[in-house]
């Protein structure tokens, strides 16, 4: 019979730490609803869509390899070729073939794509100001950014 290791014993948080755990769980979703609740109403356009249309617009030619931007945006391809099935069909994006290599594709900004970024930013900033950058002082917001930074890194070291 194998013997079964005894469970190891959990590293309960502290009060503080605690504190900062439920913050998070209660902040986030709060934020991230209002800020995307918002982006809809103004621009009918969903969080992945921004996000996309964002990140296409601010490369060199409006256009990205897929594999490159499923990396970028931490999206498995599978999610993001759901995504841009969705959005080639209401003309925001358009995927091509590499030309200069033959494999592989790019996904790229179409002018209607570009023209629904444009649009929607505005707005889009504005959403983010009033549910997130204006609510923080600047102490809070660096705090907030070194935060997000060291977590990125984390993440970012512990991915393969």
């Known amino acids: 019979m194998t013997e079964v290791p005894e469970p190891a014993h959990p590293r309960w948080l502290t009060e503080s730490?605690?504190?900062?755990?439920?913050a998070w769980r209660r902040m986030f979703p709060l934020v991230n609803a209002e800020i995307a609740r918002d982006l809809q109403q103004d621009s009918a356009l969903s969080e992945a869509d921004y996000d996309v249309l964002s990140v296409l617009g601010s490369t060199d030619g409006h256009r990205m390899r897929i594999t490159a931007l499923a990396a970028l945006m931490?999206?498995?391809?599978s999610r993001l070729s759901h995504q841009l099935t969705r959005m080639e069909q209401r003309g925001l994006v358009r995927r091509e073939e590499v030309a200069a290599d033959g494999r592989g594709a790019e996904v790229v900004l179409t002018p209607a794509g570009e023209a629904a970024v444009t649009a929607a930013a505005p707005p889009h900033v504005e959403s983010?100001?009033?549910?997130?950058?204006d609510v923080l002082t600047p102490d809070q917001l660096r705090t907030f950014a070194e935060v997000g930074e060291t977590l990125r890194?984390?993440?970012g070291a512990t991915r393969k």
């Open 74 to 77: 931490s999206w498995s391809r």
């Open 128 to 133: 983010v100001r009033r549910h997130l950058i």
């Open 153 to 155: 890194r984390h993440f």
């Open 17 to 22: 730490e605690q504190d900062a755990w439920y």
